[in-house]
């Protein structure tokens, strides 16, 4: 904790035996209420008129210290549990997200103050570097909180950031080594806070898993010390962050003139630690130094890096199929259940089938814009079922990328098939359990996404969770048909479905 300074005001942070006091009577077993009072007192001290400049600041240290266990405890059990109830999951990141945007509303009053001359502020110069890198990273833990729930990104979050990486340069302090908290992970340097934001910003958040964008920005505060920052554009700094124009940081256009004002940046020689850092993870062993905030499945974390290093590198990726412009309606069913009603028959498409607007299409899936969703299912990783205005069937895709807006929500959909079948699968020669499955619902039903078999004769099934078993053969019944088939490999997980591949065996004749 920084050092206490005197102060004249009667706000009760300003004795530090009083805020002392407050702070211990803080709830230790319940971290909403906990963290609700500090952001009642964070605001509070934003809007006290009669503080010190110096005592202001040591008064927000003490609250930013006293709320760390609480925002931590509660983000890890948001990003743990993998299905929250809507109303628990709200609460989380209501309080998280609060707490981020109150804590760099408080740090920003403090840096308001010095730059205006307050009372104190020579006292409080030598902590100014300080105060200013927490502040942007309290803004920039803030866009990660907007982005986990894919939440549209105000414009003055970019200014912000712009305006207080200009002031540290003025100041001379951009790039210094400081101490910004202290403790493990405390060392630092303004550049370094505010290259974190923009890194995690360039590597297409908005397709990530909330877990996923986690890891992803670790993986960007872990190695921001290797990205590159400047005032000017150059080859390994192929990204504009341009705080006066109101847009977020993009590719800077061939043939565009840079604009005044603007920072250039890139990962730099980040993207060569990114592929060591992968080489390492694929041995078994994680830097010491790298702090991901918890304990992740070693396929997971080589899921993220690979994506970061797609998105990190000085071209811009590929894309498999080109997107054409199209304005037409799609049917979408909302998951495996809602599809499985809808292809037998069974389903009031009037109650369950949402109407998406499609913007683009390209041979790999569809752009779509949803004005209204029923209900809370909607996020990176949905099964939906798809069924265009012409089309007699109904087909099956993902959502892959999520970005909302003031007036809705644009999704990327990958489609995995054009045509549906509900089929029943059930342990090999269990006909009965296989008749009770086709019986059970959605439950005990599973989606064949093959047409016919592939060239290895395998097929892609998309089934309830956590019924894949790698070692047991089964049967399938698609209609009348039965076939023996064997788990070959599960390659996704989703809240309402595995879909995985299995090989087909053998046809074991008609339902008799």
Known sequence: MLKWWGGKSDHPLADPKETKKLLAELPAGDSFKALEEIVYWLESLGSAEDFRCDARLQAVDALDTAAKPHQRRLSQEYLSVQRLQKFQENRIWTAVCGFWTALGAAYGRCVQDYRAGIKGAGAMRGQLPAALAREVRATGLRLKWLLLRYEPV???????????????EQNGCLQ????????????GSIQRELLKPLLLWISAPGSLLPTQLEIAERVGAHLSGKATLAPEPGPDRPYCFDPASGRPPGRLPQGTEAPLGAWYFGAGAAAGELARLTEQVMRGRLPEDFNLGGSYDSEVILEVLRHLARHWQPTPPTRHHERRPAMARLSVAPGRGALLRQTDGGGDEEESVESWVVENVSDGGYGAFVSRVQGDWLKVGSLVGLRAETAPHWGVGIVRRMVRGKDGIRVGIESLSAVVLPVVLAAAGSRAL???AGEEGADGRSLLLSRTPDATGEILVALAPGNYNLVQGLE?????KRYGVVPTKLLESGDDYDLAKFRVVKKLGGEG
Request: proline share 3%.
């Open 154 to 168: 105000e414009e003055r979050l970019w200014s912000d950031l712009g305006g207080l990486a200009g002031f540290a």
């Open 176 to 187: 210094d080594e400081i101490i910004i908290y202290p403790g493990q992970f405390g060392q």
């Open 434 to 436: 296989a008749r009770r």
């Open 476 to 480: 399938m019944t698609v209609g009348e």
